[in-house]
């Protein structure tokens, strides 16, 4: 029996009902750090070894909660006068302006003549996203130079600020396997004015190559030749050499030489707070008078992303940073970590020239910061995790931190399989 002409539109009904709209939806590239993740969590080999990971990881391959933020956060907790309420647009300005002012220095002239001024973000990444918004959508750049190797998402998020025009420029040279200093030059050299370039000033990700103070110096005679806007992205301050001070001479050299800039500063590694997601924005700018109008356009692009940052990290450590002794057991917890990381560069590179592993490996102990370019290929990368389930980026970026005392020698062991047997 054939359905009666109202079933079938009964029928037809139900069947357009239960279409989805999201039945267009494709799947987005894959993140090549998630995959990485997910990789090594699956992954059930008793001896596996994550170097992958952005973070800083102890002797022991854990994180590590410093004593002063525990001792900060026992504080907070037997305030009774603490609220949960919500910061203004632009954050936290106490710890705003402790934050600019450990970048730029307690001596610094532009501090004291105020022509720089802090902004409480969402970590380094929504300092990024909110000053490439104003320098796009404010001051109408369309044009930024990002360095050939670089944080991965340094791409993504300012093409999806309003700039239209991203290029690169050399910075990594495979055969040297150090800076392409000459390739830099030439091709900021050639940059449109007017256009903005993204610099690491210390510990470089993904290379852990820094140029010289020399080499700062030309790179500032550029910027200022071009007319080009320097946004820096500072993610591991302190963790180059162990000192503050000396991780953000970059940034103070271009202040001196009177250019106005942005930084995108991140507490994320140098305090271990990851998840609290604290970020300063510091502006310099020639005109005082102008702070006001700027912040005023900040509060729109944040109002419009996320209303306000977040609370807790900032009051951690905007109280570090305002009492001087603690400041001091931060910088020494600082220098505890950077040291680690030397130890583990000179370790592998020690234990892989003892091997007599193929190639050449003084690079590793030349880079500075969490990461080396190892200089290992896509594909040594792969035999490195279906063999040996030691995980990396395939660009051959490997995190120091995940190395340790207990697995040292069995990635030396396999590195030099790797490069033994995969050419």
């Not at 993610?235 to 202040?255: C, E, N, T």
């Not at 370790?347 to 892989?352: G, P």
């Not at 969490?370 to 990396?392: A, D, N, P, R, W």
Request: hydrophobic share 35%.
């Amino acid at each position: 029996m054939r359905p009666s002409g109202r079933a079938l539109r009964s029928l037809t009904a139900k069947a357009s009902a239960s279409a989805s709209v999201f039945r267009a939806v494709d799947s987005a590239p894959p993140l090549e750090i998630f995959s990485v993740v997910a990789g090594f969590a699956r992954d059930t080999h008793p001896s596996k070894v994550d170097l992958g990971i952005g973070a800083y990881r102890t002797n022991e391959g854990q994180p590590w909660v410093m004593p002063w933020v525990q001792r900060i956060e026992q504080l907070m907790g037997q305030d009774k006068t603490r609220n949960h309420e919500y910061l203004t647009f632009l954050g936290c300005d106490t710890f705003s302006q402790a934050a600019t002012a450990l970048l730029l220095g307690p001596e610094s002239d532009v501090v004291r003549q105020g022509k720089a001024f802090g902004i409480q973000s969402l970590g380094g990444t929504g300092c990024v996203r909110i000053g490439s918004e104003f320098l796009s959508r404010v001051l109408n750049y369309n044009t930024a130079y990002i360095p050939a190797q670089t944080w991965d998402n340094h791409h993504r998020v300012m093409s999806r600020s309003g700039f239209t025009h991203l290029k690169e420029y050399r910075y990594w040279h495979p055969l040297n396997k150090a800076l392409d200093f000459e390739g830099l030059t030439e091709d900021l050299s050639s940059a449109p004015k007017y256009s903005v370039v993204v610099l690491h000033p210390c510990a470089h990700n993904p290379t852990g190559c820094d140029p010289t103070q020399e080499q700062w110096d030309r790179i500032a005679d550029i910027i200022q030749e071009r007319k080009l806007f320097p946004f820096f992205d500072t993610a591991y301050q302190g963790l180059a050499s162990g000192d503050v001070d000396q991780d953000a001479w970059a940034v103070r050299h271009f202040v001196k030489r009177e250019l106005e800039l942005f930084c995108a500063q991140s507490f994320s590694k140098s305090c271990g707070l990851y998840g609290e997601r604290i970020g300063n924005l510091t502006v310099v700018l020639h005109d005082p008078d102008q702070i006001e109008k700027m912040r005023s356009q900040f509060r729109i692009i944040v109002r419009a992303l996320y209303c306000s940052p977040p609370r807790h990290g900032a009051q951690i450590v905007s109280t570090m940073l305002q009492d001087p002794n603690m400041q001091e057991e931060w910088r020494a917890c600082l220098r505890e970590m950077a040291g680690r990381i030397r130890d583990m560069r000179h370790s592998l590179r020690q234990k892989l020239e003892g091997m007599k592993t193929p190639g050449t490996w003084e690079h590793i102990t030349k880079q500075v910061g969490m990461f080396s370019f190892t200089g290992l290929t896509e594909h040594q990368v792969q035999y490195m995790k279906e063999k040996h389930h030691i995980y990396m980026l395939s660009s051959g970026r490997a995190n120091m931190c995940g190395l340790n005392n207990k697995n040292l020698d069995y990635v030396a062991s396999a590195i030099h399989d790797t490069v033994t047997q995969i050419k």
